[in-house]
């Protein structure tokens, strides 16, 4: 089975710094993807960004990317001029790509930006 | 965007009641999903559904729960007879397919408080 683990539950940041966000993961796949997904106040589940794992080009959204090492079952975020929006909980998620459909979150970053 | 939909926001119950949690996916989506998170820990899959019947669960998904998609637009979460254990946010989520570049909508959640 597959896991995921976020190994910081909180971080801090001043605006406009960057940030980055650890996820580890462990699978025997080779194949799969990896999501970050922002989780507001409002407690909806916003995708960030995504990443298929046979793609080496690191995935970018604006000011989000990531920093996919594939040996090392890593898979970080970062945000790069962070605003006071960026404000959330941030989870890791990993899907395989055979067949089932389901989503393995981690327990989640909770991320500050401070003004 | 188009979002799914979720009802209601908030839900209170007592302890061996029965409780339906609704949701209506995207309107062109084939895939539906149901989500939880216990507050302060990670998002769990509880089921997915696909062609009108369940196509994964997890273990947390027993005999109290059942899916149904009862109309074509509406895709319920039932709980026949609540425990405790089971406050927490629930979320619907859903996609069109399972291409490699299908998003999962995820709707904003029912807080469904348990006492």
């Known amino acids: 089975a597959q896991t995921v683990t976020q190994s910081q539950p909180e971080m801090s940041v001043q605006e406009a710094e960057t940030v980055t966000l650890s996820c580890t993961y462990d699978?025997?796949?080779?194949?799969?993807?990896l999501f970050w997904y922002k989780q507001p106040p409002s407690r909806q589940m916003i995708l960030v960004i995504r990443?298929?794992?046979?793609?080496?080009q690191n995935a970018t959204e604006n000011r989000f990317s990531v920093n996919f090492q594939k040996a090392a079952k890593s898979f970080s975020l970062k945000i790069s001029d962070s605003q006071l929006g960026d404000t959330a909980m941030y989870f890791c998620?990993?899907?395989?790509?055979?067949?089932?459909?389901?989503?393995?979150f981690g327990t989640g970053t909770r991320l500050t930006i401070i003004p | 965007e188009p979002e799914v939909t979720q009802t209601p926001s908030h839900q209170v119950t007592q302890m061996g009641q029965e409780v339906i949690l609704r949701c209506v996916p995207i309107?062109?989506?084939?895939?539906f999903y149901w989500y939880r998170q216990i507050l302060g820990q990670k998002v769990e899959f509880l089921v997915s559904?696909?062609?009108?019947?369940?196509?994964?669960k997890s273990e947390i998904f027993d005999d109290q729960f059942s899916v149904e998609r009862p109309d074509g637009s509406n895709f319920t979460l039932k709980i026949r007879s609540t425990k405790l254990e089971d406050s927490a946010m629930y979320f619907c989520?859903?996609?069109?397919?399972?291409?490699?570049?299908?998003?999962?909508?995820f709707g904003s959640g029912t807080q469904l408080s348990v006492l």
């Open positions: 699978t025997s796949e080779n194949n799969y993807y």
């Open positions: 998620a990993f899907k395989s790509n055979f067949g089932n459909e389901k989503l393995t």
């Open positions: 990443q298929e794992a046979y793609k080496q």
């Open positions: 309107s062109n989506h084939l895939y």
């Open positions: 559904f696909y062609n009108n019947e369940i196509s994964e």
């Open positions: 989520a859903s996609r069109r397919g399972t291409g490699r570049n299908e998003k999962l909508f």
